[in-house]
């Protein structure tokens, strides 16, 4: 067993450890006409944040950033399954698109509550479509500054 404490400004409200979006059925039709699936959307909610940190010497908290991770797919992230030729993408509130492991654009940190809004789709890949179930798995994490 390993690990380490760290000091964070928010708790995160996650309900269950593996959250699970149902994505639902999609004719690969629509997927070929318009280039991608409908969007889902799901958020992150953080709660009980304070800006000063435990160490007095330290400066306040003010900002935060979003990374999601899981397999690379031309961008976005990469399915598995029998399904073939669609990829996941998610984007924030505004519009920005992540990219597995990198961290999307930086956010000014709020005292008290915040939800952080995303939606998630499907899209093509540049391969063939194939119908058939995908799943895959997205980790996210919040590194604060």
């Not at 400004?9 to 004719?27: K, S, W, Y």
Request: with cysteine.
């Amino acid at each position: 067993m390993t690990g380490s404490i760290v000091e964070t400004p928010c708790a995160i409200e996650v309900g269950d450890r593996d959250q699970t979006l149902f994505m639902g059925n999609h004719p690969v039709s629509k997927i070929i006409r318009e280039g991608q699936g409908p969007k889902k959307e799901f958020s992150i909610r953080l709660f009980g944040c304070t800006l000063t940190q435990l160490d007095p010497s330290k400066p306040d908290w003010k900002n935060f950033k979003v990374m999601f991770d899981g397999e690379e797919d031309k961008g976005h992230f990469k399915t598995s399954g029998m399904a073939s030729g669609v990829a996941v993408r998610i984007s924030d509130h505004v519009g920005n698109i992540a990219s597995p492991g990198v961290h999307l654009p930086e956010r000014d940190l709020m005292a008290d509550n915040m939800h952080l809004k995303y939606t998630l789709n499907l899209v093509g890949n540049q391969e063939i479509l194939q119908a058939g179930d995908h799943q895959l798995t997205i980790r996210f994490r919040i590194d604060y500054n």
